[in-house]
């Protein structure tokens, strides 16, 4: 294949090129008086036939006589012709071909006829191509640029005189950046010169555009370039077509930022949480500085009042950071006069858009000037914040950098993402007015402060769960019991919400009765599941409003200061930790018994001698599993935490909430610490008694005797009557030894232990009866009694208070 072939087959070539056309020259009687090569090839006729023969007689068929006189005809009056006639070639046949003609003026005037001809076919493709680049440089609406190897303009077509402003002869020889500002200028022509060294094509590639000639006015363009070649593979140059693509990609953006919005705004259940997303979304996709403020009700999870009415709250500002600007003004209230726009958005419910911010009066007010993020503030958009028909707060806007005005797209994209924000915001606002109901209910129902016992030292921690968690049911309880004994309880709710907190109360208010009761730990846990399992059959079918209790885990326990014996029993409850006077840290090894409500398993108690000064720990779960660590690990950091020397108990729970909890722990944290105390041997008082007539007597003087040892020798007639009818009591209805035990400390405390499991009564005696008015004395002279079983007996005991000066009180 020749080179003129290889060169039409790759691009649009001029079939009338000298090396591709046949040509032909007639004289001016239509004889020919030259005949090419090409000629000769492309009709057949040889020089020979063709030389000196009039040109209609050899190509032209008699039908087609009159199409082609018309055609010289016109070319005769306008001196050339172009256009497509039928011809004969040496075979017959008919073949029509695209002519060019045009007159020849010889030296002695006569006019010859230089006609250049070629295949109609390739000419109709010529015209198409031709008409193709022409509509591409003067009537395609995009833009499109010829650059020489060094960058330099060649030509541009009309779009981009159009797009720069100045006239297309006018751009050739130039540089782009003459027409860009720097920035956008070095971008474009580092891919065109990428272009042209490697030869890989670039397709729609988006880049910014902003002109000189306008520079405020930010354009982002579709760029394609393509390298420019000779026949012979040397590079001419680079096109590149340049279309103007800003809506279409400020369209597709903000269609991405409320997709990003749907996944970021919304996250968690908490209002400033929730706030701060929605200003960090919009930021700087939308503006340049954000601020969300709400109405101060929304901020504490209540309610705004209907007409929006109050002052305002600004919970979360976000910005670009930049030297030259302000800082946003900080979180606080804010306040307005009447004529603000932020009264005029809240009031009328709608949105305020200002494109140019030229003065205070655009704001109503000095003050409301001094709230614009930065002195170059200069475009303002501000949305009210409605969710379900209430207005929660205003989001504010401001473009600062940004050179070009908030558009009405803009306005439809922020009142978007307030609508969407607002109701995220409704949604925490809702769960914190809910989670704070549940929190109060459960924190009325936690013991507020504990009081000083004689048995022990107390401190205590509760750390409610991260609000996302909802309310726990964990909960702990410190009980006086008699014989200056106390319990020490710890339990914990399985599930979260307002129902865990009220069977939580529940439960506490049973272990309370329970204990009161001075029923032994593990009659205590018993008698808990009991009541678990009726609530929760009370509960079937559970439904969406009262969900079904599932169980509760729990751990009693009673220390006796006077025997350094603290019996415990557990309900599926972590086991409690112990550290001796020593330092000694260690896990009590306790039968774990089921989860209160399951059934099925008995609960055991087990009694442990505590030394003076041990130290006891009480938790839930929720400490040793916070973060996700594995329980054994928590353990382990617990007792190293309550190992380290402390000066307080109070500390001792401060080391341990820092060793083992974050700052919002997924679960409720209950932590119950106890010192144990042991009563000083002057403090108590014991005997053991033969049964018979005379215990009670021999009860009456050993207590005398010892009340004025003590310095109680006021007390010694009230005493003498409640030992005297306790004894008696012991002797008429119980066998075997009589115990007698005096306890001094803000009371005198009478305990009288005998072997029987029988329970005294009080009633009252008739004027007739001769007796039975014993216990009622016990009930009129004490300020409490009761009665206590233990494994070998019951003891029956009463309390007498003292005055501050260790006397006894007047009845």
Same mark, same amino acid.
């Given at each position: 294949?020749?080179?003129?072939?290889?060169?039409?087959?790759?691009?649009?070539?001029?079939?009338?090129?000298?090396?591709?056309?046949?040509?032909?020259?007639?004289?001016?009687?239509?004889?020919?008086?030259?005949?090419?090569?090409?000629?000769?090839?492309?009709?057949?006729?040889?020089?020979?036939?063709?030389?000196?023969?009039?040109?209609?007689?050899?190509?032209?068929?008699?039908?087609?006589?009159?199409?082609?006189?018309?055609?010289?005809?016109?070319?005769?009056?306008?001196?050339?012709? #172009?256009?497509?006639? @039928?011809? %004969?070639? *040496?075979?017959?046949?008919?073949? =029509?071909?695209?002519?060019? +003609?045009? &007159?020849? $003026?010889?030296?002695?005037?006569?006019?010859?006829?230089?006609?250049?001809?070629?295949?109609?076919?390739?000419?109709?493709?010529?015209?198409?191509?031709?008409?193709?680049?022409?509509?591409?440089?003067?009537?395609?609406?995009?833009?499109?640029?010829?650059?020489?190897?060094?960058?330099?303009?060649?030509?541009?077509?009309?779009?981009?005189?159009?797009?720069?402003?100045?006239?297309?002869?006018?751009?050739?020889?130039?540089?782009?950046?003459?027409?860009?500002?720097?920035?956008?200028?070095?971008?474009?022509?580092?891919?065109?010169?990428?272009?042209?060294?490697?030869?890989?094509?670039?397709? #729609?590639?988006?880049? @910014?555009? %902003?002109? *000189?000639?306008?520079?405020?006015? =930010?354009?982002?363009?579709? +760029?394609? &370039?393509? $390298?420019?070649?000779?026949?012979?593979?040397?590079?001419?140059?680079?096109?590149?077509?340049?279309?103007?693509?800003?809506?279409?990609?400020?369209?597709?953006?903000?269609?991405?930022?409320?997709?990003?919005?749907?996944?970021?705004?919304?996250?968690?259940?908490?209002?400033?949480?929730?706030?701060?997303?929605?200003?960090?979304?919009?930021?700087?996709?939308?503006?340049?500085?954000?601020?969300?403020?709400?109405?101060?009700?929304?901020?504490?999870?209540?309610?705004?009042?209907?007409?929006?009415?109050?002052?305002?709250?600004?919970?979360?500002?976000?910005?670009?950071?930049?030297?030259?600007?302000?800082?946003?003004?900080?979180?606080?209230?804010?306040?307005?006069?009447?004529?603000?726009?932020?009264?005029?958005?809240? &009031?009328? $419910?709608?949105?305020?858009?200002?494109?140019?911010?030229?003065?205070?009066?655009?704001?109503?007010?000095?003050?409301?000037?001094?709230?614009?993020?930065?002195?170059?503030?200069?475009?303002?958009?501000?949305?009210?914040?409605?969710?379900?028909?209430?207005?929660?707060?205003?989001?504010?806007?401001?473009?600062?950098?940004?050179?070009?005005?908030?558009?009405?797209?803009?306005?439809?994209?922020?009142?978007?993402?307030?609508?969407?924000?607002?109701?995220?915001?409704?949604?925490?606002?809702?769960?914190?007015?809910?989670?704070?109901?549940?929190?109060?209910?459960?924190?009325?129902?936690?013991?507020?402060?504990?009081?000083?016992?004689?048995?022990?030292?107390?401190?205590?921690?509760?750390?409610?769960?991260?609000?996302? &968690?909802?309310?726990?049911?964990?909960?702990?309880?410190?009980?006086?019991?008699?014989?200056?004994?106390?319990?020490?309880?710890?339990?914990?709710?399985?599930?979260?919400?307002?129902?865990?907190?009220?069977?939580?109360?529940?439960?506490?208010?049973?272990?309370?009765?329970?204990?009161?009761?001075?029923?032994?730990?593990?009659?205590?846990?018993?008698?808990?599941?009991?009541?678990?399992?009726?609530?929760?059959?009370?509960?079937?079918?559970?439904?969406?409003?009262?969900?079904?209790?599932?169980?509760?885990?729990?751990?009693?326990?009673?220390?006796?200061?006077?025997?350094?014996?603290?019996?415990?029993?557990?309900?599926?409850?972590?086991?409690?930790?112990?550290?001796?006077?020593?330092?000694?840290?260690?896990?009590?090894?306790?039968?774990?018994?089921?989860?209160?409500?399951?059934?099925?398993?008995?609960?055991?108690?087990?009694?442990?001698?505590?030394?003076?000064?041990?130290?006891?720990?009480?938790?839930?779960?929720?400490?040793?599993?916070?973060?996700?660590?594995?329980?054994?690990?928590?353990?382990?950091?617990?007792?190293?935490?309550?190992?380290?020397?402390?000066?307080?108990?109070?500390?001792?729970?401060?080391?341990?909430?820092?060793?083992?909890?974050?700052?919002?722990?997924?679960?409720?944290?209950?932590?119950?610490?106890?010192?144990?105390?042991?009563?000083?041997?002057?403090?108590?008082?014991?005997?053991?008694?033969?049964?018979?007539?005379?215990?009670?007597?021999?009860?009456?003087?050993?207590?005398?005797?010892?009340?004025?040892?003590?310095?109680?020798?006021?007390?010694?007639?009230?005493?003498?009557?409640?030992?005297?009818?306790?004894?008696?009591?012991?002797?008429?209805?119980?066998?075997?030894?009589?115990?007698?035990?005096?306890?001094?400390?803000?009371?005198?405390?009478?305990?009288?232990?005998?072997?029987?499991?029988?329970?005294?009564?009080?009633?009252?005696?008739?004027?007739?009866?001769?007796?039975?008015?014993?216990?009622?004395?016990?009930?009129?002279?004490?300020?409490?009694?009761?009665?206590?079983?233990?494994?070998?007996?019951?003891?029956?005991?009463?309390?007498?208070?003292?005055?501050?000066?260790?006397?006894?009180?007047?009845?």
């Amino acid at each position: 294949m020749d080179v003129s072939a290889k060169t039409f087959s790759e691009g649009p070539e001029d079939p009338f090129a000298v090396r591709r056309a046949a040509s032909a020259v007639l004289d001016h009687r239509g004889r020919i008086v030259g005949w090419s090569e090409r000629a000769e090839a492309l009709l057949g006729h040889r020089p020979q036939e063709a030389l000196g023969r009039e040109a209609v007689d050899l190509l032209v068929e008699p039908g087609d006589l009159g199409l082609v006189q018309e055609a010289a005809t016109r070319c005769a009056g306008e001196g050339g012709w #172009f256009g497509v006639v @039928p011809v %004969r070639d *040496r075979d017959g046949q008919r073949v =029509e071909v695209g002519c060019r +003609v045009r &007159a020849v $003026r010889r030296a002695d005037t006569e006019v010859e006829w230089f006609v250049v001809a070629a295949p109609a076919e390739e000419v109709i493709q010529w015209e198409t191509d031709r008409s193709v680049l022409d509509g591409l440089f003067r009537r395609s609406p995009i833009g499109l640029s010829v650059h020489a190897p060094d960058l330099s303009i060649l030509r541009v077509n009309r779009a981009i005189a159009r797009f720069s402003g100045i006239p297309t002869e006018q751009h050739r020889g130039r540089g782009t950046n003459e027409f860009l500002i720097p920035t956008d200028s070095e971008t474009s022509e580092a891919k065109l010169r990428e272009v042209l060294r490697t030869g890989k094509s670039a397709i #729609f590639a988006e880049q @910014p555009c %902003r002109l *000189r000639q306008d520079p405020d006015q =930010e354009l982002v363009v579709s +760029v394609s &370039a393509f $390298r420019l070649e000779d026949p012979a593979g040397r590079v001419l140059g680079v096109t590149q077509t340049v279309e103007d693509v800003t809506d279409r990609y400020r369209s597709r953006r903000r269609l991405a930022l409320l997709s990003e919005a749907g996944s970021r705004i919304g996250t968690t259940l908490d209002v400033e949480r929730t706030a701060r997303e929605l200003a960090e979304v919009a930021v700087p996709e939308l503006a340049d500085f954000v601020a969300v403020d709400l109405l101060e009700p929304v901020t504490r999870g209540a309610e705004p009042t209907p007409d929006a009415s109050g002052s305002l709250y600004r919970i979360a500002t976000h910005g670009v950071s930049l030297e030259s600007h302000q800082p946003m003004p900080e979180e606080g209230t804010l306040r307005f006069t009447p004529n603000a726009l932020q009264a005029q958005c809240l &009031a009328e $419910r709608r949105p305020v858009h200002r494109t140019h911010l030229h003065s205070t009066d655009e704001w109503g007010d000095q003050a409301q000037a001094e709230d614009t993020p930065a002195p170059g503030a200069h475009s303002l958009i501000m949305v009210p914040l409605a969710a379900r028909g209430l207005v929660l707060g205003l989001l504010s806007l401001w473009r600062v950098d940004r050179p070009e005005p908030f558009e009405t797209d803009d306005l439809t994209l922020a009142e978007e993402l307030a609508s969407r924000a607002a109701l995220s915001i409704d949604n925490a606002r809702r769960y914190t007015q809910q989670h704070q109901a549940a929190l109060t209910l459960q924190h009325s129902l936690l013991p507020r402060d504990v009081p000083e016992y004689p048995a022990v030292e107390i401190a205590h921690r509760y750390r409610p769960a991260d609000p996302a &968690a909802g309310v726990g049911g964990d909960w702990f309880d410190v009980i006086a019991l008699s014989g200056l004994r106390v319990a020490l309880v710890v339990g914990d709710v399985v599930g979260h919400g307002i129902h865990a907190a009220a069977t939580m109360g529940r439960l506490r208010a049973a272990v309370h009765t329970l204990a009161n009761l001075d029923l032994t730990p593990d009659e205590v846990v018993s008698n808990l599941d009991e009541l678990v399992d009726r609530l929760a059959a009370e509960q079937e079918p559970a439904d969406e409003h009262s969900p079904q209790i599932v169980g509760a885990t729990c751990l009693y326990a009673v220390y006796d200061p006077a025997s350094r014996c603290c019996t415990f029993a557990r309900a599926g409850h972590p086991p409690p930790a112990v550290v001796g006077p020593d330092g000694h840290a260690r896990v009590l090894d306790l039968p774990a018994g089921p989860p209160l409500g399951l059934g099925g398993l008995p609960f055991e108690s087990t009694e442990v001698e505590l030394a003076e000064g041990s130290l006891l720990a009480l938790y839930t779960n929720g400490l040793i599993e916070a973060g996700g660590q594995d329980p054994d690990e928590g353990l382990s950091s617990l007792l190293s935490a309550l190992s380290v020397p402390a000066g307080s108990l109070e500390e001792t729970c401060k080391a341990a909430e820092d060793a083992l909890l974050p700052d919002r722990p997924a679960d409720d944290v209950a932590l119950l610490v106890a010192r144990t105390r042991v009563l000083a041997a002057e403090q108590v008082a014991t005997w053991r008694l033969d049964s018979g007539p005379e215990a009670a007597g021999r009860a009456r003087a050993l207590t005398t005797e010892q009340l004025n040892r003590w310095g109680l020798d006021e007390m010694a007639y009230t005493a003498e009557l409640i030992v005297s009818e306790l004894v008696t009591n012991a002797y008429r209805y119980a066998d075997g030894v009589i115990t007698l035990r005096l306890i001094r400390d803000r009371s005198l405390i009478c305990e009288v232990t005998d072997s029987s499991s029988t329970s005294p009564h009080l009633r009252r005696a008739r004027n007739t009866d001769e007796g039975g008015r014993g216990l009622f004395l016990v009930a009129r002279l004490t300020e409490r009694w009761g009665t206590r079983y233990g494994r070998d007996g019951k003891t029956i005991w009463a309390e007498h208070p003292l005055t501050p000066q260790g006397g006894a009180v007047t009845l």
